[in-house]
Structures are given as C-alpha cells and as structure tokens.
C-alpha cells in the first residue's frame, strides 16, 4: 500500500498507459479520481476497481476545454480536502498529418504542440495550490521520442521535447512548496494503439532496435509512475526518465550489427 489514502488524478485514463496507472495506483491504496471526457467509459472501468476493492472515481476533463483544467482540480478538493499526485497522461497527434519537417502543415504542428504543452501546464498549474501546503507529485507521461528525434511526428516529438524541459522548470519552481515534478518517457508500448496502427513490420524494424527486444507492458510503464507518485521518490524531482528497453542508448546501428555480436 505505497499510496495508501493519497488522492491520484490521472488525465486521458480510460484506457491504456492511462487505465494501466489507475489500475496500479488503486492497488497501492490511493484514491484515484479518472479525469477524462467519457464520463460513461470511466466510470465503467472504476466500477470494476472498485469492485476489487479499489476507491476509483470520475472527474470530467477534456484537453481541448481550457476550464476543464480547473474544474477538476476544484471539484477533487471539494469532494477530498487536497490533492497529492497528479500523472499528466494526456497526448496526442495524428500519424497521418503530423510528418516531417518539410511536410508538416504550421497548423497541425501548431495545434498539436498547443495542446500537448497546455494540458501539462494547465493541468499542473491547477493543482499546485492544493498542494502547497503539504506537497505533492506531478508525474508527466512524455516520451522517448522526446529525447531521439523520429522521422515523422516533429510536432507530438516537439511538444514531447519541450513537457520534458517543462517539468525540470516546474521541479525548480515549486520545490520550495515541497511539490516535485518528474517525467516518464515510454518507448514503444503494447497499447490498443500500437497494434493497431503499426505494421508488423514496422514493429519488428523498430525492435531491433531495441536492447531488451521487446515492447514495453502498459503495466511497467504505471510502475515507474507508482515510484514517483509514492514517498519513495521524495527526495527525487527533475527526473526524465526513460522506460523503454534502452532505445537509443546504443549506437545508431545498433540493430545491424546486434545479431553478429552475440554471444548465443
């Protein structure tokens, strides 16, 4: 029971890494409000927490609704008293629009950094003051794509790029009120999404690519989040953290010289 009694929002948590760190933060004890759109998909899946003995409910949060951010934020502490962990989940971008430099509209990079930053700056910039006096954790899902330039997607790698700066300011701005803000960057992750909308043969290029050979589990990345969001952790703030099998740490050609170095 790492979080036993602290009050969880997660953003964009009707599904996977999002549903992943709610399921992972009700087990270790939290009370975990699901901020997302659906009202009807969230509150199905915390019917089933909950009927596992998790505290799981629904508050309505939608990125593209600027005052959603707030009242959010309000009507958790009207129904808790505080808030002590909030995971910045959402993300977005559209594979089919968001191309590379040369391809790009300006109003799909735009639009797509926009609303990628704000979530994580309205979102944090809302709960702060719930938090200042006790402290509290901000946790924002970036990605590794963030860190290794892609050759498609510059603006969700750009927004990504630029929540990963965003949250060592956040770390450096309020540490005097005792909130830490940490980052976890998924590699490829066996999401819904994923299957879906990469080929197989995209998914095994990418994997060689890939020191632990495999995709990431929703289920680790919500690990990772349940360490920053816990006591553990409280001496730990400004962090950009990777969970993504040790993609780009090697190098760029890795994945063609791989097989002929190994040992089996």
């Given amino acids: 029971m790492r979080l036993k009694d602290k009050v969880v929002i997660v953003t964009a948590s009707t599904r996977g890494i999002g549903l992943a760190i709610v399921k992972a933060c009700a087990k270790e004890g939290a009370i975990v409000y699901m901020a997302a759109r659906n009202r009807e998909v969230a509150e199905k899946e ?24 707030a009242s959010m934020a309000d009507e958790v502490v009207k129904n808790e008293g505080h808030i002590d962990v909030l995971v910045n989940n959402f993300g977005t971008s559209n594979p089919g629009k ?15 950094v926009n609303i990628n930053l704000r979530s994580v700056f309205m979102g944090s910039q809302a709960v702060i003051k719930y938090m200042s ?20 997607q510059i603006a969700y790698g750009t927004s990504k790029a630029a929540i990963n700066y965003l949250t060592k300011l956040i770390a450096v701005h309020e540490a005097g009120h005792k909130i830490r803000c940490n980052a976890v960057l998924p590699g490829m992750t066996a999401t819904d999404a994923v299957e879906k909308n990469l080929t197989e043969d995209f998914k095994k290029l990418f994997l060689r690519h890939i020191p632990l050979k495999r995709m990431g589990l929703p289920e680790e990345i919500a690990s990772a989040v349940v360490y920053f969001a816990s006591d553990e952790s ?13 993609f780009g740490l090697a190098t760029p050609v890795y994945g063609d010289l791989a097989d002929k170095s190994s040992r089996r």
């Fill in 133 to 152: 006096d006790n402290g509290g954790s901000i946790i924002n899902i970036s990605s590794i794509g963030g860190l290794v330039p892609d050759i498609s």
């Fill in 98 to 112: 968001d191309l590379d430099f040369a391809h790009t509209d300006v109003d799909v990079f735009l639009d797509t």
């Fill in 234 to 246: 409280a001496y730990t703030t400004g962090q950009i953290t990777t969970v993504s099998g040790g």
């Fill in 46 to 69: 915390a019917e089933k927490l909950n009927a596992e003995g998790g505290r799981v409910k629904y508050v309505y949060n939608d990125a593209s609704v600027k005052e959603s951010f």
